[in-house]
Each structure stands twice: as C-alpha cells, then as structure tokens.
C-alpha cells in the first residue's frame, strides 16, 4: 500500500532488533545539574556545558540585549544582507582568544568541519584521520573526495606509515601537488583521552603535512583561560587549523576556526555551508562572546577549579581516568548494546540522567555510559551517582 513508509518501518525494525532505535526525549527545564524530563527531576550527567555557562545569567543577558538591538533572525547569508556586528565582535574575541590572526564563525560546528575540510582538500589530496574523530570531521573528509586513509587512535606509529605512504605513494603522478591534512581531535568526545599533539606535531612538520585539531571538548577546560590542549603543550602555533564549538563549555551554539587572516580569507570564499547558508542568530554570537570573556576570567578560573576538583574526585571513585590531562567525561565502556542500555534505564529508575552511548556513535560492541562532570555539580550529586552505579552493580 504505503511503501515508502513500510521500507521505513522495516528499517527502524531492523533499528530496534539490535538495540540500536534512538528517540528524543523531551526535557522541560534549562541545562544545569538537574533537568526535568515527564514532571520529574533528573540529576544530569549528560550535558557538556562543562562550565554551567548555558544558563548562566551574562550570557543570557548578552542574548537578550543583542535580541533586542538586532531583532531574532538574520534574513541571509552574512556574504549576501551584511554581517551583523555581533558576529564581528565574535570572531575578534576568538582570534584574541586563540592568539591567531584571525576567526571565523559557522552555524554549527559541524558546519566548520564540513565547509573547512572540503574547502581545502580535493581529489588530489590525501586526508588522514584518527580512528576516533567526530562525525562531522569523516562526513567532511568524505564529500572532499580526497583520498582517506585512518591512523589507529593515537597511534603514532601508523600516522607515520600513512604520512610516509601518502607522499611516496608512486600511483600518484605529481605528489609535489598533493597536499596532506590530519584531523584529530584534542580531547575525544566518547572517550574523554587525549591526543599525543606534541609529537603529531613533529611527525606533520616532518612529512611537510597539514594539521586540523578540533577542540570541541578542550576549550574553555585545559590551557591558560581554557585555551585548549593545543595552547597547554606549547604547539598551538604550529596547528595551521583549529575547530571547536561554541556550543559545549562555552554555552551557547555554533562552530569556528582560528587561524591565519589567509586561512580565513580563504574560508569566506570557499566554505560552502558558510557561503550558502543564513547565519546564526546574532543571540547565539553575543552569548559566546560573552562566555569568551567570562572563561578568560577569574570567575572563569573557579569554574574550572572546581570541574576538575569533581573529575578528580570521580575519576578516583571509578578509575576512569585515562590522561594525564582531566577531561570532564569519563566513559564506563560496557560492551554490549543491551546492557548499556539497560544500566542507563537502571540509573533513570533512580532519577540519574546518563546516556548510554551506542553504535554509531562508537564502534559495535563498545556501548557505554558517558559520564559528563559540569562546574555546577556538587560533591553530594557525585556520591548520589556513585552509590546508584554501585548498587545497579556497574562499579563495586
Ligand atoms: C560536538 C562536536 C562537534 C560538533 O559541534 P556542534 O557545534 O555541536 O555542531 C564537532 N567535533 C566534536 C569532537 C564534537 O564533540
């Protein structure tokens, strides 16, 4: 009878058999430690507003105001109607922010990915990725055309054989035209470990390669004033592009990369999803940079102090800690779909909000609980979590 929506159904059947349907579920409250989701209270370990800057009372000042001088919408595309102030004001704070020459802002991180990448790399090209990087970084790769070719994660050793394969590759005809880009991430958003960049670094200037590190889960946490990972070991300079968001520790939405004034010169030209798509509303840029300044600020410190007082905390409780550096998440890796699953509805019961984190998000069989820490949470949330984790038998 209705095809399309019986293929639709057998699809999501396929979904549901191996525990791999996903659905949205509906919360009532503002981010914070505790969200309400069906009329009941929910203590939240599923938030990366790390810093507990979304519904912090400057940003959403600095929202309304903005709302206010430059109404909700923006009508088009920054390159077509202007580009509003506040984006302008953004992009200054970041660049100040990152010590690069120059920023620019996309929609969504995942926009920054996919607009820079393809922008840069074509069929000619070789990208390079870490096993682990986010989503939007393979989806990016993919629609450049570029060869791509994945290093073990943080597998230094196998980032080397693919650097000395992609430019002594003898099918290629003139590799002095090939350019090469690795993309890894700083901190890994499912596992919460961090990435070798002292000595990506040397291997990328080694084989004369291009460096994109995403700091989607390090900014506004590690580094002086939250810099990132890049800036705490020295090598921020020699990252010719660094992505992050502005939607996880720094509590509002959208994506950008710093770098050089030529790097974005360039991007304003050839990032197709900033070239053809209206920009964000100027709220979500005056709430950013109003983090930006807050994140660099004494206020800024103490969140951060107390962030990695409770990651330490925890990490201590659970043994999870897996760098030397402290991210805020803390993955417990369960395996199964099912039993992920399970223990996340087992801590629901509770009223404990953690998701269990599933293919594709991570590989088959490596299903988890991801546990993210926020400045906003206290010692006492942590007992309550650990003491649930324990009697649904998950730690002991
Ligand atoms: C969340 C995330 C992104 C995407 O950023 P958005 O602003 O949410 O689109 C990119 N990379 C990593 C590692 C992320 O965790």
């Known amino acids: 009878m209705n095809s399309f929506t019986d293929e639709l159904n057998r699809r999501l059947a396929s979904l ?22 069906g009329g009941q209270s929910f203590l939240n370990f599923s938030s990366n507003d790390y810093l507990g800057l979304a519904n912090h009372p400057a940003l959403k000042e600095a929202a309304i105001k903005s709302v206010e001088k430059f109404g909700a919408g923006t009508g088009a595309s920054r390159l077509v109607s202007g580009s509003l102030a506040p984006f302008h004001e953004l992009e200054e704070a970041l660049a100040d922010f990152k010590k690069t020459e120059a920023a620019l802002t996309f929609s969504t991180g ?12 074509g069929k000619e090209d070789v990208i390079i990725l870490d096993k682990l990087v986010h989503a939007c970084i393979v989806d990016a790769a993919k629609l450049s055309g570029a060869k791509l070719r994945i290093f073990d994660h943080n597998d ?7 650097l000395q394969w992609a430019t002594s590759d003898p099918q290629h005809s003139s590799p002095s035209s090939r350019h090469i880009l690795i993309v890894t991430e700083s901190v890994f958003s499912m596992d919460g470990d961090t990435a070798p960049l002292r000595e990506i670094v040397a291997l990328k200037e080694k084989f004369g390669a291009w460096l994109m590190v995403d700091e989607a889960h390090a900014t506004g946490i590690l580094g002086e004033n939250g810099r990132g990972l890049a800036e705490a070991l020295g090598v921020s300079s020699q990252v010719e592009i660094q ?3 502005l939607g996880k520790a720094l509590g509002a939405s959208g994506g950008y990369i710093c770098g ?23 709220a979500a840029a005056a709430a950013a940079t109003a983090a930006l300044k ?64 599933r293919y594709p ?32 038998k998950i730690q002991n």
Not at 110 to 121: F, H, P, R
Not at 156 to 162: G, I, R
Not at 268 to 278: C, D, G, H, L
């Open 16 to 37: 549901r058999e191996q525990n791999l349907f996903r659905e949205l579920r509906r919360v009532d409250s503002a981010q914070g430690p505790r969200i309400q989701i």
């Open 110 to 121: 995942y926009a920054a990915a996919v607009g820079t990448i393809t922008a840069l790399m």
């Open 156 to 162: 230094l050793n196998d980032l080397a054989e693919k």
């Open 243 to 245: 992505m992050s968001t």
């Open 260 to 282: 050089s004034r030529a790097l974005i010169d360039y991007l304003v030209n050839r990032a197709r999803s900033f070239i053809f798509s209206t920009a964000p509303v100027p």
């Open 294 to 357: 807050l994140v660099q600020s004494p206020e800024g410190d103490a969140k951060r102090t107390a962030l990695s007082t409770h990651v330490a905390a925890l990490n201590l409780k659970l043994k999870t800690q897996n760098s030397k550096f402290q991210s805020a998440i803390l993955p417990l890796i369960l395996g199964d779909e099912p039993l992920a699953l399970a223990a996340a509805a087992k801590l629901r019961t509770q009223n404990i909000f953690v998701p269990a984190i």
């Open 361 to 392: 998000t991570v590989a088959r069989g490596a299903a988890r609980l991801r546990i993210t820490l926020t400045a906003k949470h206290s010692a006492a949330h942590l007992d309550e979590l650990v003491t649930a984790l324990a009697q649904i």
